[in-house]
Structure formats: C-alpha cells, structure tokens
C-alpha cells in the first residue's frame, strides 16, 4: 500500500508531524534512520524561548505559541500511551556575573533571591532573570511516549536510512533507502543535521557535548552563561552544552567536558559533590540565519520541516500543527511564510 505520506526522519519533529497527520485521517509512514548522535535523544529539553533570548519576531512567536502547546501536547499524549512526557513547568532562572546591560522579558532577581531558589549560586553573580514560564520536557521520555503513540494511531514506524529522493521534473517519485525504495502520494524532510544529504538546503550540524550528573535536585532550570543546568525530577542534572563547527565529527573530547564542567562548578560549585554519570554528543540541525526551514519546496509533493538549531524539542508541537495543516489542508498561516525555504536569508547560501 503507498501511503498518503511519508515522513522522513523519526525524531520528535518527524514523529510530531506523523501524528498529528494520522489524526487527521492521513495514512503515515516514518522513516527513523537511527543516526547517531541525532538531536532529539542528545538534546537537554529546554522549553526556553525566553531564556534563549530570542530576538522579537516570527521566531520567538512561533516559539511562545509552542511552548503554549505544550502543556495539552503532552497531556494527550500521556493520556493515549499511559506513558510520562517528562514535561515540568519549573520555570527557568538566567544569573549573570555583571549587571544586566538592558532590559528583558522576566523578573531580575538579586543574588540573595536567586539563592532562595538555588542555594549555593556562585557569590559570583550578582542577580539573574527569572522566566516564571519557560519549562522543561525529559526529551527521551517524550520521543518514547510519542513513538508509541504514533504506532498505537497505526502510522507504521520503518527502521532505514534515507539514501536519495528521485524525483521527475517537480515531483517526487520515489525515495530510495537502505532497504529498499518507498513511495507515498506526499513526503516530509523532518531529517535533521541530515536534510541537505536529501535536499539542497543550508542545513548543517552544529555538534553539542553534554553531561550528566547526579545530586541534591534542583527546582528550576538554570541557564548561566556559558553553561546550562537542567534538573530531572529523578536527580540527574544534566550540564550542556558545547558549541562547536566541526562537521559530523563524533564523539566527546576532554576540552568539551572539561569547559562544561568548569563553567557548572563556577557557577555553583556545590556541584563538586556530584557523581558523573555520563556523557554524550549530538548534531543540532543549524542554518545559516538561525530559523528553522517550513514549508513547501521546489518539489510539489515535498514539504521541508528541518533546521531547529536550538529549538527542536520546543518548536514540535507547532511545527507539527502548521506542517500539518499545510500538508493535508494546503493552509498557510503567518507563523509558517516567515520560514520559507525562499527567504532572502537563506538564498546566497543554498547549496
Ligand atoms: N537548546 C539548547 C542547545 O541547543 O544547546
């Protein structure tokens, strides 16, 4: 049977789209190429546009529109699998070593404030911003929760690799794979860092290291400079993330851990005392303007919904509404056209 769509990518940008399609009566196939180092599993969960300090404009609006998703996205979600999301509003705090040079969305707190929330904050900082809305998700806990929701609304989830569309004058034909070639009457690229192996888009990795510790819990999120720290509600605190141009380049260095651990403990060096449990790496999927690429391409039967950088765990719920929408109802909206693939951006550098 050729499906309606194929989604191309499994992580929680494919799956979203995946589910939100079924529900609308679409039938759905994935492909999740298992790729490591993909972002969804490596990623931390922030739910952070406010926190990231995101500039005015079409990004921070489809991002607050997101986060607002998120509650009742991951309700339901629950609610279908009796599986957690992970999803906790615990607010996000932002402290600084300087005072701040402007204004901002949130409350400023000073020191003795801020260590009410988190005690031992370096003596350091001298105050922090307090985003009473920005939130958390346990990333793995949710692609679980979402992958078995997908397969219980009866989209049919292949493990292969994505090797090349063939495509006819402006139509995809068919995709070739590791395991064969599919067809399906419509095809989303959600493929990550991976996108432009598929598709000539400016999408490019953008590695990540991270950490994780085990401790005394904190409440919040803290967000320094230089470091995050993301708190589970089971006593891991994972410590994020490195930044780094250096391709599909994998695995961990001893410079990236050994930064990230120096920035956690300048910021709260009762951190000394925890285990270290682990570490991994992962590949953001950036772009040159930093805005993640939605909508149609030049292809009639090929929506692109790749490019998070930052952002992919929080902008899910969204993307999959407006991908959705677009896809089965041919219904733009003003939080999609920002993102086009045609933005004069994005033009000088496609590829
Ligand atoms: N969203 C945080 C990061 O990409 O490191």
Known sequence: ???????????????????????RGAQVQVLEGQMPGAATPAAAGMLAPQAEDLAPGPLLDLCL??????????????????????????????????????GRSGVWLDLESLREKVPGLSVEVTGGWWFSMDAQV??????????????LAGVEVLPAAAVKFHHRGDKVEFLETGSGCLSAG????????????????????????????????????????????VPRRDGRL????????????????????????????????????????????????????????????QWDNLTLATGHLRNGILLAPATAQLISNWVWERQTHPLLEPFGVGRPSLQENLI
Request: proline share 9%.
């Open 1 to 23: 049977m050729i499906p309606d769509i194929l989604v191309v990518g499994g992580g929680i940008i494919g799956l979203g789209i995946a589910l939100e399609l079924r529900d």
């Open 65 to 102: 529109l997101s986060r607002g998703l998120y509650g009742p996205w991951t309700e339901k979600l629950t609610a279908r699998t009796s599986m957690p999301s992970g999803y906790w509003p615990c607010g996000i705090l932002a402290p600084l070593y300087q005072n701040p040079s402007r």
């Open 138 to 151: 346990d990333n793995q806990a949710l692609w679980s929760c979402l992958l078995k929701a997908v397969q």
């Open 186 to 229: 419509h095809y989303v690229l959600a493929a990550g860092a991976w996108s432009s192996k598929l598709y000539p888009l400016p999408v490019a990795p953008l590695k990540g290291q991270m950490l994780v510790l085990r401790g005394p819990r904190l409440d919040q999120v803290v967000f320094g400079p230089d470091v995050y720290l």
């Open 238 to 297: 994972l410590v994020g993330a490195t930044t780094e141009e250096v391709g599909f380049t994998p695995g961990n260095t001893a410079a990236g851990i050994s930064n990230l651990l120096q920035a956690a403990l300048r910021l709260l060096p009762t951190l000394a005392s925890y285990t270290l449990e682990g570490y991994w790496w992962g590949f953001r999927p950036s772009t040159p303007d930093g805005w993640p690429i939605l909508g149609p391409s």
